[in-house]
């Protein structure tokens, strides 16, 4: 069974515009990290949001928010204002267990988004 | 600007021919890690280092070596690559617990 599924294999939006990008999870650990990464053409993997299992309240950086429903299993991640630069593949990953040696990730198979004019 | 270093940015390789790419830190970060990403597909987890311990994926082909000779550097080898092995290569850095920091990958290129 897939540990992370992303179901949007491609996403447009209009510049400034809200986005909101899918991720759900299987997992029968309690503790569990969510992570969200930008990927631009270049190939660098960047690392935008992380969510914790036992985190009370969603995670925020700046124009990101992470939209987490537990009982859903969902972590979904919310782009605010839209500019050409979000044009790049986002990757939901998770780790199993919040800490120990080597924090294994397991990504999703990414949403490519393009921000239109 | 503390960050992770992947040379080269471009490798091309001949099919059977050894070769070896390299990622340096200075985070000094005690874990590191070797990703496989192939052309629209999520990285895949090859092996990592926790200080000295290597972890190889259970599914890593035997091909596929790491060595690290100290903090600050990690190294891939590929002993015989074949045209299947072609894709981008990442290195990532993490201390326990933490979010892992990428470098900005090699692009490998198998002939």
């Known amino acids: 069974a897939q540990k992370i599924t992303q179901t949007q294999p491609g996403m447009f939006v209009q510049e400034k515009e809200a986005v909101t990008l899918d991720c759900t999870y299987d997992?029968?650990?309690?503790?569990?990290?969510l992570f969200w990464y930008k990927q631009p053409s270049s190939g660098e993997m960047i690392f935008l949001i992380y969510?914790?299992?036992?985190?009370?309240q969603n995670a925020t950086e700046g124009r990101y928010s992470l939209n987490f429903q537990k009982a859903r299993k969902s972590a979904n991640l919310v782009i605010s204002a839209s500019q050409l630069g979000d044009s790049a593949m986002y990757f939901c990953?998770?780790?199993?267990?919040?800490?120990?040696?080597?924090?294994?990730?397991?990504f999703g198979t990414g949403t490519q988004l393009k921000v239109e004019l | 600007d503390a960050m992770v270093i992947q040379n080269p940015r471009y490798q091309v390789t001949q099919f059977g021919k050894p070769v070896t790419l390299s990622c340096s830190q200075t985070?000094?970060?005690?874990?590191m890690y070797w990703y496989q990403q192939k052309s629209s597909q999520a990285p895949k987890l090859l092996f990592h280092?926790?200080?000295?311990?290597?972890?190889n994926e259970a599914d890593t082909p035997d091909n596929f070596q790491s060595r690290r000779p100290n903090t600050s550097f990690c190294f891939l080898d590929i002993r015989s690559p074949g045209l299947g092995d072609a894709a981008m290569y990442l290195c990532?850095?993490?201390?326990?617990?933490?979010?892992?920091?990428f470098g900005p990958g090699t692009r490998l290129t198998v002939l």
């Open positions: 990532a850095t993490s201390r326990e617990g933490g979010e892992q920091f």
């Open positions: 997992t029968s650990d309690p503790s569990y990290g």
């Open positions: 969510q914790g299992s036992y985190d009370q």
């Open positions: 990953a998770m780790r199993e267990g919040l800490t120990g040696g080597g924090n294994k990730l397991t």
């Open positions: 985070l000094n970060h005690n874990v």
């Open positions: 280092y926790y200080d000295k311990d290597f972890n």
